[in-house]
């Protein structure tokens, strides 16, 4: 995949030659997205927040392997994917009502409910946080992060036919929940 | 489309709302704490920088007071070695050295 933006790319190349200030815009123009994923994983926004921090300072640290060429979007969205889904391995690790599908929304902050914009997004939240853990992660980034297929494969790592097995078991299981909303 | 297909697109927008949104001083505050960690060789610089500038400044000013000070006492002497001629009822004086 290429960068078609060329201020992207040239700053990129400032980056890579020392210039830290530079790397201001690629953090201004990816930041509120790279959070909203992690978001969208951890459902925390004090985690999302740090996750989203330490995926750029990562990303930094390791631009000097980046291709100029290539768009810094999908690969700080892979560096945070995979950030928040370790956290998310340490979470089930360690919290027992992750193994016991305890209901979810027992471990919601207070931030969460900002994304709540009303009732049908609250039943949309809920039905989509009753979903087996990778149904759930591919069906918020289609649904909430109006991700397509290649674009979710490429950020969680999965293959393209696992990604719309996901997303298909996921419709079903939400066209069953949320049935009448749309009646 | 179909009904599935209708479905699946009203749901879309309406889930679109569910997208966490950083408010302008969250993402400041990520912003600066990014910078401050990924400029510590910028920071090393600008600290030696600040160790060596007035230290550097004080060496000029004394580099300058000596070279002062050696001009005017060269001065002092080339003035001091002159012989200043006094010509007083014809007969001539040599003063100095």
């Known amino acids: 995949m290429a960068n078609d933006d060329p201020l992207e790319a040239r700053v990129i190349a400032r980056v890579q030659d020392g210039d830290a200030e530079a790397y201001d815009v690629l953090v201004s123009k990816y930041l509120p997205r790279v959070i909203a994923i992690a978001w969208g994983v951890v459902r925390n926004a004090h985690d999302a927040e740090d996750l989203a921090q330490e995926a750029f300072v990562r990303a930094y640290q390791n631009i000097g392997r980046f291709r100029t060429a290539d768009p810094f979007g999908p690969w700080i969205g892979r560096i945070v994917m995979n950030l928040a889904l370790d956290v998310m391995k340490h979470r089930r690790k360690f919290r027992h009502e992750e193994l016991a599908g305890t209901e979810p929304a027992a471990r919601r902050d207070n931030s969460d409910v900002m994304a709540m914009s009303n009732d049908i997004g609250t039943r949309i939240d809920a039905a989509i946080e009753e979903l087996p853990e990778m149904q759930r992660l591919v069906a918020r980034l289609h649904l909430v992060e109006e991700m397509e297929h290649a674009e979710i494969a490429d950020l969680t790592g999965l293959s393209d036919g696992t990604v719309r097995s996901h997303l298909s078991h996921a419709r079903a299981k939400l066209k069953e929940k949320l049935a009448d909303l749309y009646d | ?97």
């Not at chain 2, 910078?35 to 610089?45: R, S």
């Not at chain 2, 600008?46 to 500038?53: C, G, I, T, V, Y």
């Not at chain 2, 070279?67 to 070695?81: C, K, Q, R, V």
């Open chain 2, 1 to 97: 489309m179909t009904d599935d297909e209708k479905f699946f697109e009203r749901l879309r927008g309406d889930a679109a709302s569910l997208r966490y949104r950083a408010d302008d001083a969250t993402l400041a505050r990520i912003g600066a704490r990014i910078q401050e960690q990924i400029a510590p060789n910028a920071t090393l610089a600008e600290l030696l920088a600040s160790w060596f500038r007035p230290l550097a400044a004080g060496l000029a000013a004394i580099a300058l007071a000596a070279a002062i000070g050696l001009t005017l006492n060269t001065n002092d002497s080339t003035f001091g070695e002159q012989q200043v001629e006094i010509v007083m009822g014809g007969d001539t004086y040599l003063v100095g050295d």
